[in-house]
Structures are given as C-alpha cells and as structure tokens.
C-alpha cells in the first residue's frame, strides 16, 4: 500500500504499518470477529470527511456544510435499511460496545432487569459482563444453553426465568456461539412478559445481510444491533436498526414501541455520544454496497460452507467442539478434552506458526478467564481471502499436528512455512 506520507513524516509509524502489511499477507486469520476490508472502505476511512464535524443527523446538524455528509449518511441508513429489512437504522455508533449501551440506556433505568446469554455460553463482554459498566448498571439474569444437545438453547429455563424476573428487555446474540438463534422461540417468551426483544448480531451482520442466516426481524424482533467490521467487511463501526415509526430526533417522544426509532437516535446522540464519525459512515456506505452485490451472497455461503467443513474436519480428526458443529462463521475447540491442552497454549503455539486465533471459554468453564478452555475459529476473513474446502481441511490438520507435536521445534517451523506459503497464494483484498 502507498502510505507516502507518512513515510516521509514519521518512519517509526511507518514501520509499524509495513510490518502489519507483512503480517497480514503472510499469516492465516482465524480470528472469528475479524475480517479483511473491502478495499473501497480503506479509500473511505482515509477520505477528507475525517475533517468534519457533523453532530445531528442528515437535514438537522448542528453545524453548517453538511451537504455530503448528510448525502453519505442518508446512503447508509437506506442501504442498511434495505439489507436488513428494518423500518430505521443508526449507523452512528462508534463501535459495538456504544452500540449496545445506547439500547440499554435508551430501554432501561438504573437496576432494571435484562436477560441475557450466559458468558461462558457465548454472550459477550457488553452484555452486562460484571467488569462493565452495563453489568453494574443494571440487573443481569442468565439464560443458557444445553452442551449435551448440540448447544440448543434451554428455553424451558429460559421462559422459568423471565416469568420470576420480569425483564423490561430479552437480549440474544453472542460473541462465542456456533448456532443460528431460533427467534420466535425468543419472541414468545418475550411476548408472554412484555419485554423487549434486541439481538446482538455482530458476530454474524453479514450473513443475515446476505440472507444466508435467518433475520430476527422476520420474526417480530425489536431491535437489532451489529457491528459493521466482521462478516459485513466494513470499517470498525456499529449500527442500531429498528422497527416502528420514524419521527424528529431532535423533539423528545413518548416512550412506546411505536417511536423505537426516534428512541434509539436520541440515545445515540445526543444521549451517549458527539459527533459521529464521518468518515467511518462513508465506509459503511461503500461497504453495505457492496453488501448489496449479488457475489456478496455467495461469499457468505462460503463462508458457512467452509466453516462447516473446517469443523467436520477438526471432529473428524477426534477434537472435541463445542456444540458439536456450526451453523455460522465460527467455532469452539474444546482445548482440554480434545488436546490436553487450554485455550491460552494452543492461541500462543498457533502463534508460532502464524495461525492467530482467540482464547475462549466453554459452557461452566471450569478454567480461568485468562487460560480458558476453548478456542474460537473463524472462517469469514481467510474466505474474503478466496480459500474454498480443500484449504479448509488442510487447516484442520495443520491444528491438530500442531497441537500434538507443539514441543516439537522443527515441525513447528515447516508447518509455518506451508502456512506463509498457502497464504502468499492468496493475496489480501486491498494490498496485493
Ligand atoms: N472482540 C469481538 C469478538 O471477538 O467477539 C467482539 O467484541
């Protein structure tokens, strides 16, 4: 890539960014949330609207020349809107964790309860991990899933639950789990309590864009949230799309399912956040264009199809996974059952060999956080890349004969040397 400028300005930077360069065209990414870009969002991120403040939204900026700003939001939310199939969106937030917070605060007052996937399950960091500050604010209940059968969520448990809690809102999506999500079965739950129904599906945005995954909207679902930088291949964002009737974000609104929409962008700004990033809203614009192609379908089949035969192959070999298979991107690997190992050694001698993958925990892990059992693999980035079947199996066995031999030097070091050669055959979108 030509970063002239900053060849000239700062040599240490650009150090940095060349070793990444190299990094990334030599090294196999597994890493489940990660992506490569399509290469148009770069030309976007880079582009002078990082010069432009824009508080507001299109047509109600607080500041002047926001012509092509507002042109450039109004084609993300249009576009959003469309993939989706949702009646608003807010393609503001900065990223996911602000995504999040501006439903919970939008929805919630101060210790009020919500329902959320168990951690060890899947469920993520922002929702309501303790460590948080959502996890402090409000009242966190638990639901989980059931490890003996493939991972199925326990909605018996689940609907015990909210009948005792009473949550204002019932929140599914994950961060570490395998499985599609059965919506209306969330819904009727959520339906026999009056709550609200949110999904977080950042892990799996493109997929349900590409319709390859079912989309909690066509099964009455409130909200929903995702980011835009994994299986959507867009910039480091996030994105609020609702159902209900879109009015004046700047005039306050009754609280009511109706108004979600003018809810939600008051909560996101001015509520939660300034102004929003420009730039990045361009390259949500360029990217959900691309989202819209015809070939983008067939790339997020491949993604599951690869995913599918990585998995088989993994089990094939006499891993353990957890959940048994996958129906998304992703997958665990039970590190203690399968290796005798833990998720911290295995991402570490993965490391060597330039396979980056995450640490993870497992259902009631017994481990600690830090060397959790599991590990997740991803298939969206190396598939952005163009591998197909054949190289998901010769990944499979590059894991295993790695976990088996990892003390052993010289195997390490020519399983690295097939990996960089596999990879060098492959460029990366953007900076062949
Ligand atoms: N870090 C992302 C993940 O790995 O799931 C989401 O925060």
Redesign the pocket.
Known sequence: MNYSHIQKTDPEVHAALRGEELRQKNGMEL????NYVFPSVLDALGSIFTNKYSEGYPGMRYYGGQEFTDAVERLAIARAKALFKSDHANVQPLS??PMNQAVYLALLKPGDTIMGMDLSHGG???HGHPVSHMGKLFNWIRYKTLPEEKGRIDFDELLKLAKEHKPKVILCGY??YPRDLDYAAFKRVADEVGAFTMADV??IGGLIAAGVMRNPFDYGFDILTT?TH?TLRGPRGGMILTKGKVGNPLKEVEFSRENLPTIIDRSVFPGLQGGPHMNTIAAIAVALGEVQKPEFKIYAQQVINNAKVLADELMALGCKLVTDGTENHMMVVDCVKSFNSHGKEMQEVLDEIQITT?KSPIPDDTMPPFKPSGL?LGTAAMTSRGLKEEEMKKIAHWIVEVAKKRTEKETLERIKKEVNELCLKFPVPGIE
Do not use: M, P, Q, Y
Request: net charge positive.
């Open positions: 890493i489940a949330s990660e996911g964790s993520h960091l922002t961060t570490s950042a892990h980011t994994k995450s997740r």
